[in-house]
């Protein structure tokens, strides 16, 4: 498996700029997270799906942004528009999501978003 | 408010040493913590986990350590080797019903092992 796919890598656009981020999970995982690491806030959870049903959303910081699980091997993250205080590097993760195993994550690289 | 603490951001250690990363947590009811590692450009990696019915895990160089009565977890590599400079973040999860819910992150510490 080639592991937890996301695009782009790397993203510069200017304030006001619609954003959209890609991920195809790995095959058979049934969650689906995303991240954004900033340097003060290290990794937060921004929202959870499993099942392909957003579970969680409360991350989110804003209407400005919105992600959809529209089939089991593929999310978007979108911010529309774009800020400036958006630049982070958002990463996507799933995991297999047992009963009585725990929830060992498996991240995609990161896509490094800059807003000018 | 930050649920899961790591309060080093950096650590240097000499190669063949001891590396000792540090976590605190204030939230009772996690039970499951896990260590991941990051190198730069590369998303974060699963590196060991241990459940609140443990005191200790290991895996070969890497042990963790939980105190539950502390509410702290530490991660020990031993002997630290250059390779394993990288970020290394702590995460907790509470178990709901059965199943394990979001992973809750720590800013992550930077360890340098210098050779």
Redesign the interface.
Known sequence: DAG?IQSPRHEVTEMGQEVTLRCKPISGHNSL?W?RQTMM?????LI?FNNNVPI?DSGMPEDRFSAKMPNASFSTLKIQPSEPRDSAVY?C?SSW??????????????SRLTVL | DQQVKQNSPSLSVQEGRISILNCDYTNSMFDYFLWYKKYPAEGPTFLISISSIKDKNEDGRFTVFLNKSAKHLSLHIVPSQPGDSAVYFCAASENYGGSQGNLIFGKGTKLSVKP
């Open positions: 937890v997270f991240y806030r290290g990794l937060e959870l959870y969680d990463f993760a999501d047992l009963l009585s195993g725990a929830n060992v994550l498996t991240f995609g690289a990161g």
